[in-house]
């Protein structure tokens, strides 16, 4: 079966475009075409294929035959798009596209990062994606991805990490909270308290049942409610404690809406990490980026820790 002579790039981008969307008509979005233009071509590759590859108009769903060609197609795109970035790079020119996701909490300094990127290097494009966790990880191993920046990367990839940044999270309250300004709360006083929680299988939560865990602290009440705004939110109504990235907290903390409690082993100290995988080549856009986050990421993003006003003891 001699694909090459049969099968056209519109053909290839077609079905990329569905497999990532999951939808004809966002596909065509995407691509910048009508609906019945999309299938056009997926009818066409399939007959050049043989074999059907998306199960279903409605509920996209890759078929097995479908899953090969779009792992292969991926690695036609990308190769062909890292040739045009080195015959650029050849010409002394940075430039190139980068698909990038970040992990939800760091979407609070990203684009204090590549605002300044892209002053310096306004012919390298950017495509960002927001996700959690799992979602980065899977965008990493299918390849939709080529850097993440995350906390904790998945240890089951062939990845390269490197640590750029530090990541500090602390426990927050409204000011108002009887243990706002107190010196050296001990863990145990979180038992009688309302912990506010992320998702489960969410880095920030991660953290957290770890520092409970460490300090034998098991609160007699806990809420999960998803995002770190709503945390954010619910913490400055008087909800309960949130334990919250200092990325996330700080305009609330300056503004006095929110306060860092001083919690004993606090904050916990993490790293974030710029992710790439290591099994393929990195195109000298994506180069220049890892360049530019491990030279210029620590002073941009730099977010001092709010220091809790601390009542005097009496």
Do not use: C
Request: hydrophobic share 45%.
């Amino acid at each position: 079966m001699k694909l090459d002579q049969r099968v056209t790039l519109k053909q290839l981008r077609a079905l990329l475009a569905v497999a990532d969307t999951g939808s004809f008509t966002m596909a065509a979005r995407h691509l910048h075409i009508t609906q019945p233009a999309v299938s056009m071509q997926l009818r066409d590759l399939e007959a050049a294929v043989g074999d059907v590859l998306v199960d279903g108009r409605r509920e996209v769903r890759l078929t097995s035959a479908g899953e090969i060609l779009v792992r292969r197609a991926r690695e036609v795109i990308n190769a062909l798009e890292l040739a045009g970035h080195e015959l650029l790079t050849a010409r002394g020119v940075a430039a190139g596209t980068i698909d990038m996701v970040v992990i939800t909490t760091a979407e609070y300094f990203v684009p204090r990062l590549l605002a300044e990127f892209g002053r310096r290097y306004p012919d390298i494009r950017i495509r960002l994606s927001v996700a959690n966790r799992a979602d980065v990880y899977a965008m990493l191993d299918e390849r939709r991805a080529t850097l993440a920046i995350m906390g904790t990367p998945p240890g089951r990839l062939p990845l390269r990490v490197i640590p750029f940044a530090p990541h500090r999270l602390s426990f927050v309250a409204s000011p108002d909270h009887p243990l706002a300004g107190k010196h050296a709360i001990p863990p145990a006083a979180l038992v009688e308290e309302r912990l506010l929680l992320r998702e489960r299988g969410s880095g920030t939560r991660d953290h957290l049942e770890r520092y409970l865990k460490s300090h034998d602290v098991r609160p007699l009440r806990a809420d999960e409610l998803g995002s770190n705004s709503t945390l954010k939110q619910a913490a400055m109504a008087g909800l309960g404690i949130a334990f919250l990235s200092h990325h996330v907290f700080e305009m609330e903390a300056a503004a006095g809406r929110l306060v860092r409690l001083d919690v004993q082993g606090t904050p916990v100290e993490r790293e974030w990490n710029v992710v790439v995988r290591n099994d393929q080549p990195l195109s000298p856009a994506v180069d220049i980026l890892v360049h530019f986050l491990l030279t210029d990421g620590k002073r941009l993003m730099n977010v001092p820790v709010p220091q809790p006003d601390i009542q005097p003891d009496r």
